[in-house]
């Protein structure tokens, strides 16, 4: 782009430009007069994250020369690495390395889900029904996702300026083993229970432990989540799982004071850190995804959910 040529551009999409580190001269607009759009600023830095790295920048990336050695300071073990993590390490490292993350960190109230999901009990023996806590997430994230597509997408094309809206809804779970991290896929959600959800969870997660699951169940998602909830911590940045656009991380409940209305109550609060791809996902859609999340995971919507 010439240095003489004026660049139009919006006060809000010059800000997007710096927020993403874009140089805004070297944008080429595609509206009237070659406006440029956040359209324009998103497809600019996609195109820039997937160049070739040059030889200089190659250089940057490679593994640090090592001028001693770990047991010249002491007794060391060598131990293999499991193969499932193997095969990890590469697709971590380039969902870190090509995706824009952006964590947003939210709480939600989830004081009357946990009192009704107590309360449920088993209509043949009359005993409490044990259905986890991640069941009703999974239900209420699939009420998300139809509102807002954005989420339940991939941009494989992205060259192109092409992006893939899924219409179904198939959650990933991560499934913690001795292996390592496993993300199966609950397929259909939309048309199961919270009863048959929670089934489906206790099969996948016995399946990924004991290496009894179909590679196939782990591609296809619209969206993971990954629970830390049963062993403790709050907030995190979960690494998105590509080709899909966002990862919903879940802390530990722990009950505190929360002021409602004019009075303090202790109220059950959820830990949510939901990573996005700024490439497609603002701050401000990400922070109504988290706020429609909260309003799904509340008051009287898991009586809903349970239907």
């Given at each position: 782009m010439s240095e003489n040529k004026k660049i139009f551009a919006s006060p809000k999409v010059r800000k997007f430009a710096r927020e993403l580190g874009a140089n805004i001269?070297?944008?080429?607009?595609?509206?009237?007069?070659?406006?440029?759009?956040?359209?324009?600023v998103k497809l600019f830095v996609s195109n820039e994250l997937n160049k070739p790295l040059s030889n200089d920048q190659n250089l940057n990336i490679k593994k640090n020369k090592i001028e001693f050695n770990h047991s010249d300071f002491g007794e060391v073990e060598i131990k293999d690495i499991s193969r499932v993590k193997k095969?990890?390490?590469?697709?971590?490292?380039?969902?870190?390395?090509?995706?824009?993350?952006?964590?947003?960190?939210?709480?939600?109230?989830?004081?009357?889900?946990?009192?009704?999901?107590?309360?449920?009990?088993?209509?043949?023996?009359?005993?409490?029904?044990?259905?986890?806590?991640?069941?009703?997430i999974v239900k209420a994230l699939v009420s998300n996702l139809k509102k807002f597509p954005s989420f339940n997408a991939s941009i494989d094309?992205?060259?192109?300026?092409?992006?893939?809206?899924?219409?179904?809804?198939?959650?990933?779970?991560?499934?913690?083993?001795?292996?390592?991290?496993?993300?199966?896929?609950?397929?259909?959600?939309?048309?199961?229970?919270?009863?048959?959800?929670?089934?489906?969870?206790k099969i996948l997660s016995e399946k990924c432990r004991n290496l009894k699951i179909d590679k196939k169940e782990f591609f296809g998602g619209s969206i993971t989540i990954t629970s830390l909830g049963g062993i403790g911590g709050s907030f995190f940045t979960p690494i998105i799982n590509s080709p899909e656009v966002a990862i919903l991380g879940i802390g530990k409940s722990i009950k505190k004071q929360v002021l409602t209305d004019t009075e303090f109550k202790v109220r059950t609060m959820l830990p949510l850190s939901l990573s996005y791809d700024h490439r497609i996902i603002d701050g401000a859609e990400a922070a109504r995804f988290c706020n429609e999340l909260k309003e799904n995971l509340g008051k009287n919507f898991a009586y809903r959910l349970a239907i």
């Amino acid at each position: 782009m010439s240095e003489n040529k004026k660049i139009f551009a919006s006060p809000k999409v010059r800000k997007f430009a710096r927020e993403l580190g874009a140089n805004i001269s070297a944008i080429e607009g595609s509206e009237r007069k070659g406006r440029i759009s956040e359209k324009d600023v998103k497809l600019f830095v996609s195109n820039e994250l997937n160049k070739p790295l040059s030889n200089d920048q190659n250089l940057n990336i490679k593994k640090n020369k090592i001028e001693f050695n770990h047991s010249d300071f002491g007794e060391v073990e060598i131990k293999d690495i499991s193969r499932v993590k193997k095969i990890a390490a590469p697709h971590l490292v380039n969902s870190w390395s090509t995706i824009p993350h952006v964590t947003h960190h939210d709480e939600a109230d989830i004081t009357e889900m946990e009192d009704f999901r107590s309360s449920l009990l088993d209509v043949v023996t009359g005993e409490k029904k044990k259905i986890t806590p991640l069941a009703f997430i999974v239900k209420a994230l699939v009420s998300n996702l139809k509102k807002f597509p954005s989420f339940n997408a991939s941009i494989d094309d992205i060259e192109n300026g092409k992006i893939t809206f899924k219409k179904y809804f198939h959650i990933g779970i991560a499934v913690d083993t001795q292996h390592g991290l496993m993300v199966p896929k609950i397929r259909d959600v939309d048309n199961k229970n919270i009863n048959e959800i929670g089934i489906e969870l206790k099969i996948l997660s016995e399946k990924c432990r004991n290496l009894k699951i179909d590679k196939k169940e782990f591609f296809g998602g619209s969206i993971t989540i990954t629970s830390l909830g049963g062993i403790g911590g709050s907030f995190f940045t979960p690494i998105i799982n590509s080709p899909e656009v966002a990862i919903l991380g879940i802390g530990k409940s722990i009950k505190k004071q929360v002021l409602t209305d004019t009075e303090f109550k202790v109220r059950t609060m959820l830990p949510l850190s939901l990573s996005y791809d700024h490439r497609i996902i603002d701050g401000a859609e990400a922070a109504r995804f988290c706020n429609e999340l909260k309003e799904n995971l509340g008051k009287n919507f898991a009586y809903r959910l349970a239907i």
